[in-house]
């Protein structure tokens, strides 16, 4: 009797090592399992684009346990398919797996991507009606581990969009992680500015002759410069900062000069800007063209001509101003 008991507690042990051994080597598989996963992930790694996928991969690499997310864009490329919102999404979705290499987590987060002619089965099993779209499968194991009432979550690309940038926040923000977009420098964009700068230089020297006449030009630097003075002088910036009416109305009656320094009419500021610029014209006329007149009777003649003008000008310019300051003691002719 003694000896039976002693070999069924002897039985009893042996089982309960087994049984240990056999729960252990379990833990280290599931572990090792995701490490395997990770390895493969790693092997497959493009510095450009994801990670591209066959079913089998699709089966492996999604299947539990994981310490990793993986965001997988379903696509249908084949010509035949005629999915061009697939080729279109598919160059944002690289984007976003390229931005993804900068970034300092490695092992955590990978975009992958399996399309029609290399998993069907995968499309099938998953009843897949409508591409392209993204599946994201968080991590089951680990600190980073996320419960969720699925195999997985669907990326909403009616809701987001198909831009990388929308991909990246969501990504982001599902995984606890911080990256952003770095797209590759335009170089299409670089030579085409290089390029119409150097349209441009060549349409400037041709034509810098005519160019450099107008520039030059004493003439027309005068007009101007006498123009600007005139339209600043009569008040135009006033109307367009403080906005003030056309007219105005004094006992039902209209009314073309504002009472006041403070105020002042659209149709005041035109009539001021006339006689100013009357006046600047006048005066240029009298200071270069009569100088030319060879003739000295054509040349006096002009020259009391003009003068009476200008002193005529001058005078309903001071008329003016009484009519709006009526203590100005100052006139001319009127």
């Known amino acids: 009797m003694q000896s039976a008991r002693l070999a069924t507690q002897g039985l009893l042990a042996a089982l309960l090592l087994l049984l240990g051994l056999a729960f252990s080597s379990t833990t280290h ?11 493969r992930l790693e092997s497959k790694l493009s510095a450009h684009k994801a990670i591209r996928l066959t079913g089998n991969d699709f089966e492996y690499l999604t299947d539990q346990p994981r310490n990793f997310s993986l965001f997988v864009a379903l696509t249908a490329l ?5 999915c061009v919102p697939c080729r279109d999404y598919e160059n944002q979705f690289n984007l ?6 900068y970034a300092a987590e490695k092992g955590r987060l990978y975009f992958a991507q399996l399309d029609f002619a290399d998993g069907r089965e995968v499309f099938q099993k998953l009843q897949i009606q409508s591409v392209p779209i993204v599946l994201h499968f968080p991590p089951t194991e680990g600190p ?29 923000d599902a995984c606890k992680v911080n990256f952003s977009i770095r ?15 150097l ?3 060549g349409v400037v020297k041709l034509v810098w002759t005519y160019v450099a006449a107008v520039i030059t030009s004493r003439k027309l630097w005068t007009v101007a410069l006498i123009g600007w003075s005139v339209l600043m002088c009569s008040g135009f910036m006033w109307n367009r900062i403080r906005g003030p009416p056309y007219t105005g109305m004094r006992d039902n009656k209209p009314e073309i000069v504002a009472p006041g320094f403070q105020n002042q009419f659209i149709l005041e500021t035109q009539i001021v800007g006339i006689l100013y610029a009357a006046i600047s014209i006048t005066f240029v006329l009298i200071v270069t063209r009569i100088p030319q007149l060879s003739d000295p009777t054509q040349q006096r003649t002009a020259t009391y001509a003009l003068v009476i003008v200008f002193m005529v000008l001058y005078s309903i310019m001071l008329k003016f101003f009484k009519l709006k300051n009526g203590s100005y003691p100052y006139k001319m002719l009127l």
Do not use: C, H
């Open 29 to 39: 598989a599931e572990a090792a399992s995701s490490v395997q996963k990770v390895t």
């Open 78 to 82: 084949a010509p035949e398919m005629g």
């Open 96 to 101: 976003a797996a390229s931005s993804w290499q």
């Open 144 to 172: 980073n581990a996320v419960a969720i009432s699925g195999e997985y979550e669907a990326y909403d690309l009616n809701r987001w969009g198909l831009t990388a940038d929308a991909l990246a926040k969501y990504a982001s």
């Open 183 to 197: 797209r590759p420098f335009d170089w299409s964009k670089l030579g085409t500015r290089v390029m119409f700068g």
């Open 199 to 201: 349209m441009g230089l």
